[in-house]
């Protein structure tokens, strides 16, 4: 059995003080929840206010982003001790909008894998095709691509906290969800990948999420499919209510 894990990307949203907000009304509403683990991931500067405002819960603090190198001359960027020193655990890596607006590539994904394992963080890497991309037939071997490249010289020993998020990109923001019928279709190539990759075992206890307008309204329906292993949820992680009803699918 693997441990559902639901995880909010807040992108570009929130101020300090409005994710101090947000905390002070969701965590009481997922208290008692011990049933799947539960991450938030504000933006670097609410990182602080959300770990401060999250000790002692079962709400976990990740980042968006991180940059690969350990220290340097990279203005605008942050590296995996500095997540540490604030108290993140998990970090998103690849995200479709860092690879379409920001220049990211599976080497560079790669790259950020292996550093934010060497970091001890948790990897959410993220994957998933374009609309083009699914009408051509060809996402299972975009898919493949991706996660053959994010995984390149990483050991199964090194990844063993690994997890994937498959979003396919026509589903991001959109309130087109892929039917979790989809989803698991997408997710079972991802875990025979990871598998050639790192070895059955290891493809066994992958936890891979499903990302994609997910809603309240919908996510039982998706994290009733056996393939998928929880949620990685945008828009509707802003609002404490909502995405406490997507946790307690
Ligand atoms: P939405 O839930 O807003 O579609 O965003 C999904 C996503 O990109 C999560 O990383």
Known sequence: MRNKLIAANWKMYKTPDEARDFFRDFLPLVK??????????????????????????????????????????????????????????????????????????????????????????????????????????????????????????????????????????????TGKTATPQMAADAHAIIRAEAAESFGQEFADKLRILYGGSVKPENAKSLMSEAEIDGALVGGASLDPKSFAAIVKY
């Open 32 to 173: 008692d929840h011990d049933r799947d683990e539960i991450v938030v991931c504000p933006n670097y500067l609410a990182i602080d206010v959300a770990v401060h405002a999250a000790k002692g819960s079962n709400v976990a603090i990740g980042a968006q982003n991180l940059f690969w190198e350990k220290e340097g001359a990279y203005t605008g960027e942050i590296c995996t001790s500095m997540l540490v020193a604030v108290g993140v655990t998990h970090v998103i890596i690849g995200h479709s909008e860092r690879r379409q607006y920001f220049g990211e590539t599976d080497d560079t994904v790669n790259l950020k894998l292996k550093s934010a394992l060497a970091a001890g963080l948790i990897p959410i890497v993220c994957v998933g095709e374009v609309l083009e991309e699914r009408e051509a037939g060809l996402t299972d071997d975009v898919l493949r691509r991706q996660c053959l490249r994010a995984f390149n010289k990483v050991s199964a020993k090194k990844a063993a906290s690994l997890v994937v998020a498959y979003e396919p990109v026509w589903a991001i923001g």
